[in-house]
């Protein structure tokens, strides 16, 4: 892709608006991933077919307090398009290739630290799976143990749970008793109360 695939900036051009060829330019940076080269050459076509030229510069600088490349970009970006300087232009575009450096550095460490983080549940994950298989292993082989010293053992180990079974069985019916009678003396009250009012 180059410039004249930019339908806006050649219509900007055809119509020799200034400021919306300055615009297009600061833009076809960003489009262009700060490609001189590419550029230049719409910078070129610019001032070759419409009265875009070259500025002077204004003297105006308010980015005293700017510290980060991002904030010194973005606000270079936006005076290119106030005072279309030679000299800015040349600073975006190397400005434009910090920024690019540093974002591109802060995407590849967040994707490392996810991915690292991935890793590590699927490694916590592997092992819970390495853990359960070998507990299930343990468990067959203590049923496997339980089969060969005998059906007396695990005879009784049945019966006891049987036993546990039962006693809890007792407990619950007890309180399902005692709510079915306290359901049951509810509706007699009721319709013995119906019955008094009825007749």
């Known amino acids: 892709m180059n410039y004249t695939d930019v339908k806006v900036f050649m219509e900007s051009i055809k119509n020799n608006d200034i400021f919306a060829i300055k615009s297009d330019l600061e833009g076809l940076i960003v489009l262009f991933k700060g490609d001189k080269v590419k550029c ?7 001032i070759n077919n419409s ?15 700017l510290n980060s490349v991002k904030d010194v970009y ?17 600073n975006v575009l190397e400005l434009y ?28 994950s592997f092992e819970n799976n390495s853990i359960k298989r070998d507990n299930g292993l343990k468990k067959s082989e ?30 619950e019916d007890k309180v399902v008793f005692q709510r079915a009678a306290m359901l049951g003396l509810v509706i007699i009250v009721v319709v013995g109360m119906i019955i008094k009012i009825v007749f």
């Open 97 to 124: 290739k910090q920024y690019d450096r540093e974002e591109t550095k802060k995407e590849q460490e967040i994707l490392k630290e996810t991915r690292a983080k991935k890793t590590e549940e699927m490694g916590n």
């Open 40 to 46: 230049d050459e719409a910078v070129e076509y610019a």
């Open 74 to 90: 973005c606000y270079e970006k936006e005076r290119l398009v106030q005072n279309f300087t030679k000299e800015r232009y040349l």
């Open 142 to 171: 203590i049923k496997e143990s339980q089969i060969k010293s005998g059906s007396s053992s695990t005879s009784n180990s049945y019966q006891n749970r049987g036993n546990r079974k039962n006693v809890g069985l007792d407990q």
């Open 51 to 65: 009265s875009f030229n070259w500025e002077e510069d204004d003297g105006i600088f308010f980015g005293e307090e």
